[in-house]
């Protein structure tokens, strides 16, 4: 083995093995890679790097000796969404499950304005009929709300709650919050959504609405001329 390789591949994975037994804080490194990603580009550092990441992903599913901790497990979350490592994900949102609350508080208490954390937008996503009505998620820029809806619909039905939410952002921010209703499926709360749309005509756009809803329109117009 070439001898530059081997000192790599020993030091490498003491380093590993030293972050397995302590805490694993990795605030700076996902800042670091978070403007790396933005410029596709890791050259900028000679220590973070994807196969660096990647190993470390690895090393993670597959230690008997990595702990999760409340300090380590936001930073990992946003490096298995990054990487899209699923099981990864999967078991780090176990983890915060059980504490969801606490930490979407203190993100909220320090949420001032601009995009939402890639983390905080899926673990509110999940938990998204828990916190809507918090002034803090409705300032959320529409993107990040766009991402965060599309978290909780993968998995749940849209209530009535969520539409009055919906109409509340088309309130505040006019027709930029139409593209929100571009997630909505039809539903039971159909008439009403419609209803209340008309009421917003001036600016919701239609366009962002599933075709679905024009065929139930169409359907509605034939029912009432038979």
């Known amino acids: 083995m070439n001898c530059k390789i081997e000192y790599y591949s020993k030091t490498h994975h003491f380093y590993l093995m030293y972050q397995a037994m302590y ?3 990795i605030d700076k490194a996902k800042a670091a890679a978070t403007n790396m990603l933005k410029k596709n580009d890791f050259s900028a550092s000679p220590y973070l790097n994807r196969c660096v990441v990647e190993n470390f992903i690895s090393y993670i599913n597959n230690s008997t000796y990595f702990k999760l901790t409340d300090e380590n497990v936001l930073g990992l979350l946003y490096l298995a969404i990054t990487y899209h490592e699923v099981p990864l994900e999967v078991t780090l ?14 993100y909220l208490e320090r949420y001032l304005d601009g995009p939402v954390d890639i983390v905080f937008e899926k673990i509110i996503g999940k938990y998204f009929e828990e916190y ?21 619909l993968a998995e ?3 209530t ?8 509340l952002q088309l309130s505040g921010k006019g027709e930029e ?12 709360y159909e ?9 917003y005509r ?19 117009i034939k029912d009432d001329f038979s």
């Open 23 to 25: 805490p694993v804080i």
């Open 93 to 106: 949102m176990i983890y915060i499950d059980k504490k969801h609350d606490q930490f979407i508080k203190n």
């Open 132 to 152: 809507m009505g918090k002034k803090e998620v409705h300032s959320f820029p529409t993107e990040s709300l766009l991402r965060i809806l599309n978290v909780y």
């Open 156 to 158: 749940n039905q849209i």
């Open 160 to 167: 009535r709650e969520i539409i009055e939410f919906l109409l």
């Open 177 to 188: 919050a139409s593209l929100l209703f571009s997630v909505v499926n039809v539903s039971h």
């Open 191 to 199: 008439d009403h959504l419609l209803n209340q749309l008309d009421m």
């Open 202 to 220: 001036d600016v919701f756009n239609p366009c962002f609405l599933k075709k679905e809803h024009f065929f139930y329109m169409l359907d509605k």
